[in-house]
């Protein structure tokens, strides 16, 4: 597996949806090929009220989050917008987490959980602060199939309070937006490129129209290239990150 | 976690073990249970999987220990439940309701309501004036402990270092859900959530910046008939013109005062006009007689 923090940075895939994917390869097979490139899936499960949400709805939103190594929550649309930061800041800190903990186990050969419970406060204490310094890139994918078309609204509204909430942060953030379904062959578009600039996003979220299927799976692979292009266009050194730990340690 | 009563726990790090007798809440990060250790002796155990933030909490009320709204916090271990790793720490057990059973069951007075606000504002300025903000203001989390008779606060996980962005709050309290400001910790930001209290406990109800516009709920307050000082104080406490908790106090005090005093007026007018009445009986009588 590679890195998580390639360049220094945390990289996050945030799946909503209000439903099961019906259409392409497996988002459960194609979290984990995320994850294996270096990105964490967390998924939130949008509840719909009139209880047409089944077992294997949430069953499938929980097994993404699980191999894409990220988290999951669940969520009436009213409450999406505080469920989105908070999962986004929970994955961040928990991609750190991991991150500290290995590099612990090789600087002092114990692994966060095996250290005597007060002499992890100052670690825990790296790891917040780091949370809020490091860099952050975070594409979310907005489920925009028939049945969302109600919650579209709020949905937009939410991604533009998580950019302005991650503004808040001391690092630098950016958000970019695939909706899905959509046309071309990964049956989703890009429908916002990172940004770090609200306007640039809401502008952008205007075009978004709901209706058709839920093909998860091509999404997060649709995801995982827009990353990668990303980074080949932008390639930054590696360095940083794991200095800072050693001076903490 | 799990739904078994009287399921028996073993700190990894001290050995001791715990019973649980029931489930408390559930909150943002995990959850809370009521246990007994070997001595039978009570506590209020926050459980999560969570590493960063129970140890975080910890160190947040460990850090309030010595002011007397803080619940006192005891120990931070682990234990093994099913192949999972958990983390708790244990807590002073507070006997007592939230201020919103006490909203709900109690039908507080106008006079009741001021005062708890003004506790709150005085607690919140001396989490303030080290250095902190309290985000996640909200009835569920102000206790009225039974047992001492005081105003506590329970959960102090989102306690903000001021300057740091807001994490954790309830979009009901939030500045920036109701359009009125950014999402960072300042000064500020702990009086408009004051503000949002006072409104809540005087309109008696919940509002929703999802569907309610601020200036449309200050309109339902201003066509009730409080005291005009009161009116004016939500107002500045929402826009900031109020600049911490302290002043918000003092403010809240005037207000007091000028009510009782208020108060004493109408009951010499009140009986003025009493005997004013019986003079006129008596006056009609004796004209009609």
């Known amino acids: ?249 | 976690m799990y739904s078994n009563r009287y399921d028996t726990v073993r700190g990894r790090w001290t050995g001791k073990t715990y019973t649980l007798l029931k489930r408390l809440g559930k909150g943002g990060i995990g959850e809370i249970y009521l246990v007994a250790d070997e001595y039978g002796g009570r506590y209020a155990m926050k459980v999560s999987q969570d590493i960063v933030s129970i140890t975080k909490e910890f160190s947040n009320l460990e850090e309030f220990s010595d002011i007397y709204f803080a619940p006192k916090v005891y120990e931070l271990d682990d234990f093994e439940k099913g192949g999972k790793v958990y983390h708790f720490f244990l807590m002073e057990y507070i006997q007592g309701y939230t201020l919103r059973d006490a909203i709900t069951k109690d039908k507080l007075t106008f006079g009741n309501k001021l005062d708890i606000a003004r506790i709150v504002a005085i607690t919140l300025k001396e989490i303030n004036n080290r250095g902190f903000i309290y985000t996640d203001l909200k009835y569920e989390n102000i206790m009225i402990d039974r047992k001492h008779g005081i105003i506590r606060l329970v959960d102090l996980g989102s306690i903000t270092p001021i300057g740091d962005r807001v994490r954790e709050y309830t979009p009901m309290y939030d500045r920036s859900k109701w359009n009125s400001g950014n999402r960072k910790a300042d000064l500020s930001y702990q009086v408009f959530t004051m503000g949002i209290l006072l409104i809540s406990m005087l309109l008696n109800r919940d509002m929703n910046p999802e569907r309610e516009q601020l200036e449309k709920v200050m309109k339902h307050l201003e066509k009730h008939s409080f005291p005009k000082s009161l009116y004016d104080t939500v107002n500045d406490c929402l826009d900031g013109s109020i600049p911490d908790c302290g002043i918000l106090y003092e403010r809240l005090g005037a207000i007091c005062r000028c009510s009782f005093a208020g108060r004493k007026l109408t009951y010499v007018l009140n009986a003025v006009i009493a005997s004013l009445s019986v003079l006129l009986a008596v006056l009609i009588r004796a004209v009609f007689t």
């Open chain 1, 1 to 249: 597996m590679t890195t998580m923090i390639e360049s220094g940075e945390i990289k996050q895939i945030i799946v909503i949806t209000d439903g099961r994917s019906n259409m392409g390869i497996n988002p459960v097979e194609a979290a984990k090929r995320a994850y294996n490139a270096g990105m964490t899936v967390s998924t939130i499960g949008v509840i719909n009220l009139r209880g047409s949400s089944d077992e294997k709805d949430i069953e499938e939103v929980e097994e993404i989050a699980k191999s894409g190594g990220g988290l999951c929550e669940y969520s009436h649309i009213e409450d999406l917008s505080r469920t989105i930061q908070n999962l986004t800041h929970k994955t961040a800190q928990r991609t750190i987490e991991q991150i500290v903990s290995r590099q612990l186990k090789t600087i002092v050969g114990e692994e966060i959980e095996n250290l005597e419970p007060r002499s992890r406060l100052k670690i825990v204490d790296f790891i917040e602060k780091y949370g809020e310094s490091v860099n952050l890139k975070c594409i979310v994918l907005l489920d925009t199939s028939g049945s969302m078309r109600d919650k579209l609204a709020i949905a937009k509204r939410s991604l533009l309070e998580l950019l302005e909430n991650l503004q808040g942060r001391k690092g630098s953030s950016s958000i970019a937006v695939i909706a899905y379904p959509g046309g071309e062959e990964y049956m989703s578009s890009t429908i916002c490129e990172f940004t770090s600039e609200l306007n640039i996003l809401k502008q952008k979220l205007e075009g978004i129209r709901c209706g058709g299927g839920t093909p998860t799976g091509p999404a997060i692979i649709r995801a995982c290239q827009l990353m990668e292009q990303y980074y080949e266009v932008n390639s930054k050194d590696i360095q940083g990150e794991s200095e800072a730990l050693k001076y903490y340690v």
